[in-house]
Antibody, heavy 126, light 113 residues
Framework: QVQLQESGPGLVKPSQTLSLTCSVS??????????WNWIRRSAGKGLEWIGRIYATGTTNYNPSLKTRVTISLDTSKNQFALSLRSVTAADTAVYYC??????????????????WGQGTTVAVSS | DIVLTQSPLSLPVTPGEPASISCRSTQSLLHSSGYNYLDWYVQKPGQSPQLLIY???YRASGVPDRFSGSGSGTDFTLKISKVEAEDVGIYYCMQALPTQVFTFGQGTKLDIK
């Protein structure tokens, strides 16, 4: 059974970098079968997709965050990470990692975001 | 970006009664492959979101058959044939057209009367 677990600091100061990690158990992030995603839920905006990474390292980002976001893989630890730079109070949210069961072109096969982490709350405040 | 508009935003339902949520898109979600790239998720109180329906009408593994998704192009519907107490939560539609930014609807809060 695949499980995802987010980890990282719960409080980040404005203008600093928010760094989160998603640990994957029960599957290999190198398997080439899934996209690994970050999504957040804030009080003001509901669910917002941040971006995703494939086993090959190919990334896609939400344009609204693209200049500040990096998603990366750490295959040695079977983890993927989110880095969000220059944070403001608007980045306060619950951050989720999720597995998207889809081919790299989203067309050969697509089965939705079928596994989610429990979420981690991040507050941006001085 | 593609914008999804859900209605209603609040849905009080009597147990055993049916429920229906609409999701309308500003662009067609029908891909040249013939599939509609529209998913439904529910976030129950204290839990993370979970997948109900993918590609418009395909139930995810383990989802009860009282949930069904329908629609094509820009208009989609999630139906619950007989609401149970455990169905309380916020329901979201999400579009996942290839090469597009994934976007979610505002969410519909379902609760029990």
């Amino acid at each position: 059974q695949v499980q995802l677990q987010e980890s990282g600091p719960g409080l980040v100061k404005p203008s600093q970098t928010l760094s989160l990690t998603c640990s994957v158990s029960g599957d290999s992030i190198r398997s080439g079968t899934f996209y690994w995603n970050w999504i957040r839920r804030s009080a003001g905006k509901g669910l917002e997709w941040i971006g995703r990474i494939y086993a090959t390292g190919t990334t896609n980002y939400n344009p609204s965050l693209k200049t500040r976001v990096t998603i990366s893989l750490d295959t040695s630890k079977n983890q993927f990470a989110l880095s969000l730079r220059s944070v403001t109070a608007a980045d306060t949210a619950v951050y989720y990692c999720a597995r998207l069961y889809a081919s790299d072109n989203d067309v050969t096969y697509y089965y939705g975001m079928d596994v989610w982490g429990q979420g981690t709350t991040v507050a941006v405040s001085s | 970006d593609i914008v999804l508009t859900q209605s209603p935003l609040s849905l009080p339902v009597t147990p055993g009664e049916p429920a229906s949520i609409s999701c309308r898109s500003t662009q067609s979600l029908l891909h040249s492959s013939g599939y509609n790239y529209l998913d439904w998720y529910v976030q129950k109180p204290g839990q993370s979101p979970q997948l109900l329906i993918y590609l418009g009408s395909y139930r995810a593994s383990g989802v009860p058959d009282r949930f069904s998704g329908s629609g094509s192009g820009t208009d989609f519907t999630l139906k619950i044939s007989k609401v149970e107490a455990e169905d309380v939560g916020i329901y979201y539609c999400m579009q996942a057209l290839p090469t597009q930014v994934f976007t979610f609807g505002q969410g519909t809060k379902l609760d029990i009367k």
